[in-house]
């Protein structure tokens, strides 16, 4: 019976807290909750996938970073493939020195530097971009390296991962420079055909030559923080609900012991003493 009772009073606490809620007040408060949960949760989910494409970009490497390089194949750099991006492919041609770039603003470790593109002419005509590695910013001349080590002259056998073209960027660039690897532009320059969906990352060169920019290193195989971050962000969705209940009970408690307390009983009037009663007197009389 006494269980029984316990149950009821405390069923009829909650639906008493339920409308104390159901006003403008708490509904706003509710609101704005709902909304800061939904950032919440798109953080989480945007974070999960970027969690995804870095699982993607893992494997991707670590399917076709160390394959053995396979025969220079048109479709390659012509109608690029995520699932082919990092495969070695092995071209034969002659470099244009004439016809090379330096494309601006590529950290390398947080240094800032250049990277070296070369167009590859093949014998059937067409040409392949060739990302021959990167240079330091020079201390000679601002804006430009110090020293570009030159291509190889004559025919060349070049081993380079297969990567996609960059979009154009909404700025200029130097004469002789790139503002990024916009093969599109590149060619406009060039004047002659070139592959414009991908291009090579330079593996190896022969013959090789006396001095060449610095070779990329194999990019890291780290997913990275995103699966903490976004349970974090799924966790402060939650936290919001559980601060909005806290705060709400203990509101309801404070308005009812409140209304709940005895009134404070007024003082009663004491008659006023004879010496009180004479100085009002005077008093009223000015004196």
Request: glycine content about 8%; charged content about 20%.
């Amino acid at each position: 019976m006494e269980a029984d009772a316990a149950a009821g009073r405390q069923s009829g606490r909650t639906v008493n807290i339920l409308r104390y809620l159901a006003t403008p007040r708490w509904f706003g408060w509710l609101a704005l909750v709902l909304v800061l949960a939904a950032a919440c949760t798109a953080l989480g989910l945007w974070q999960l996938d970027r969690r995804d494409q870095a699982a993607a970009t893992v494997n991707t490497v670590q399917a076709n970073y160390d394959r053995t390089p396979v025969p220079y194949s048109p479709e390659f750099f012509e109608a690029f493939e995520e699932n082919a991006e990092w495969t070695p492919v092995t071209l034969v041609g002659e470099y244009d020195s004439a016809g090379q770039r330096i494309v601006r603003n590529r950290p390398l470790n947080g240094r800032p530097g250049y990277e070296v593109l070369v167009p590859l002419k093949l014998k059937d005509g067409t040409a392949v971009v060739i990302n021959r590695g990167w240079l330091p910013i020079g201390n000679d001349q601002a804006g430009r390296p110090d020293d570009v080590p030159p291509a190889p002259d004559g025919e060349v056998t070049v081993v380079a991962r297969i990567r996609p073209a960059e979009p154009a960027l909404d700025r200029s660039a130097p004469a002789g420079q790139l503002a990024s690897i916009d093969l599109a532009e590149y060619r406009e320059q060039l004047g002659y055909p070139v592959s414009t969906a991908a291009y090579g990352l330079l593996a190896s060169e022969t013959p090789a030559p006396a001095t060449a920019p610095v070779a990329p290193a194999k990019p890291a195989i780290d997913l990275g923080p995103h699966l903490s971050y976004s349970m974090q962000w799924f966790a402060f969705g939650v936290l919001l609900f559980v601060g909005l209940g806290y705060a709400a009970r203990q509101q309801y408690l404070i308005d009812h012991e409140d209304a709940g307390a005895p009134p404070v009983p007024a003082r009663a009037r004491r008659r006023p003493s004879s010496e009180e009663e004479e100085d009002a007197i005077l008093d009223a009389r000015g004196l």
